[in-house]
């Protein structure tokens, strides 16, 4: 997800309560909530790509701990640095630890919950997970978190009653939310199947993707042992699968060449759970079903289009060998 739903994510834990168990309580809710995406920068310190990184150790369970743990650290020497005036909370390192470990597991399962995948058990373990459920950036998130955090900081700064109720409450929708898409991504997968399989396919992977305006339509991309194909389910119109189908492209002479000596080609595979080799513009290039035609979607905003980075996604096979 983007780093604004973290945040928010991280600020509706505080506003439930959770802001109250010590002196920077809420700081550790939303520092928490962004600590895992410190791994953007590893390619500047160690010789990882970012591809491969991202979403990897620090977002992994055996990381979270350790972003919980630097988190309050970072705290305490602020503490340390800037006491604070007479009567502020005091600061307790368990209980901050505590909040802020369950801030920073919010940050993976929000990922998760994207097609991107997360690699929950590196470095121990090399899947990739994913719900693909929710699009990167999704409007709705944003609604139930603020308007969760505004009430409840309102009955906070008024000291009425139960202030954390509108926050616990948004909450619960948000949850309620949640499920209810990674339901309707899992029957539009299951849907695509029936239809695939009664078409003598049978699918090694489906994955749909949800646009990010209209969250109850899906794009759906689909594998088999040897080609690739898309389709679109929506509420209205069904199911939709389109006629074509394409040759996966894993058996170019260029690809294997390239994955033998280039690096980054090995990262992208080990990140990608659907590579393809394409033609784009009479050059082969090495992509990934879930995002070669996702941003040639015209329900895809403008804007999104185009400042999305397309070569983290696109790698062409006929460089010369390199990194």
């Known amino acids: 997800m983007d780093n604004l739903t973290h945040s928010l994510a991280g600020a509706l834990l505080g506003q439930m309560g959770l802001k109250r168990a010590s002196r920077f309580a809420m700081a550790g809710c939303i520092l928490g909530a962004n600590a895992p995406d410190i791994d953007v920068v ?6 990882v790509d970012n591809i491969a990184f991202h979403r990897g150790p620090t977002h992994a369970l055996f990381g979270l701990p350790v972003m919980a743990a630097g988190t309050v650290a970072l ?3 602020l503490h340390r640095l800037w006491p604070g005036r007479e009567g502020i909370a005091p600061f307790r390192a368990g209980p901050l630890f505590l909040i ?9 399962f929000l990922d998760w919950l994207t097609t991107y995948a997360v690699a929950f058990f590196a470095p121990a373990g090399d899947g990739w997970y994913s719900a693909n459920a929710i699009f990167i950036i ?7 978190l603020v308007a969760g955090i505004w009430l409840s900081a309102r009955r906070w700064k008024q000291g009425w009653d139960h202030p954390g109720r509108p926050a616990r409450v948004a909450g619960a929708i948000l949850l309620a939310y949640i499920a209810a898409n990674v339901g309707w991504s899992l029957h539009a997968e299951r849907s695509l199947a029936a239809a695939l399989r009664q078409r003598g396919i049978e699918p090694r ?9 209209a969250f109850w339509e899906r794009s759906l991309a689909w594998r088999s042992a040897d080609r690739w194909g898309a389709a679109s389910f929506s509420p209205t119109g069904g199911l939709a699968l389109e006629p074509a189908s394409y040759p996966l492209g894993l058996d170019d002479p260029r ?4 994955r033998k000596e280039r690096r980054l080609v090995r990262s992208f595979l080990y990140w990608s759970r659907m590579p393809i080799v394409v033609d784009v513009a009479g050059r082969p290039v090495l992509t ?7 941003l040639s979607d015209d329900r ?24």
């Open 42 to 47: 590893a390619p500047f310190f160690l010789p």
């Open 75 to 77: 705290l305490w020497l």
């Open 100 to 108: 802020t470990l369950l801030a920073t597991a919010t940050h993976p």
């Open 138 to 144: 999704d409007w709705v998130y944003w609604i139930i």
């Open 205 to 213: 992977l489906i994955v749909a993707s949800p646009p990010p305006l």
């Open 255 to 258: 690809f294997l060449r390239a």
């Open 288 to 294: 990934d079903q879930r995002y070669f035609r996702a």
């Open 300 to 323: 895809v905003p403008a804007a999104i289009r185009r400042r999305a980075p397309t070569g983290q996604f696109q790698i062409p096979l006929d460089l010369p060998s390199g990194p």
